[in-house]
Nanobody, 115 residues
Framework: QVQLVESGGGLVQAGGSLRLSCAASISIFGFNTMGWYRQAPGKQRELVATITRGGRMDYADSVTVRFTISRDNAKNTVYLQMNSLKPEDTAVYFC?????????WGQGTQVTVSS
């Protein structure tokens, strides 16, 4: 049993910032990769950012520079710092944790960016 508990979503004005948190119920060293995905109404879920066990970070082109993924191993938590938010960032954001054979998802947290 693995649980991913998300927090930090909400309503923010364009240009503002939010910090999403994803707390795992086990050591995040148990995962090869952790990351954030998002899904807007009527659209497919898309990759936002990932971080590997070794600390390599990757970002979608649409969020590079503006977003930063990070982790606190002692807290078993992965973060997504979102700056310079745009209305097109509005979506449900999902935390993901992956091993070679399993894929875990958080419940999703709503991020709404107003213009």
């Amino acid at each position: 049993q693995v649980q991913l508990v998300e927090s930090g979503g909400g309503l923010v004005q364009a240009g503002g910032s939010l910090r999403l948190s994803c707390a795992a119920s086990i050591s995040i060293f148990g995962f090869n990769t952790m990351g954030w995905y998002r899904q807007a109404p009527g659209k497919q879920r898309e990759l936002v950012a990932t971080i590997t066990r070794g600390g390599r970070m990757d970002y979608a082109d649409s969020v590079t520079v503006r977003f930063t993924i990070s982790r606190d191993n002692a807290k078993n938590t992965v973060y997504l710092q979102m700056n310079s938010l745009k209305p097109e960032d509005t979506a449900v954001y999902f935390c993901n944790a992956a091993t070679p054979t399993k894929n875990y998802w958080g419940q999703g947290t709503q991020v709404t960016v107003s213009s």
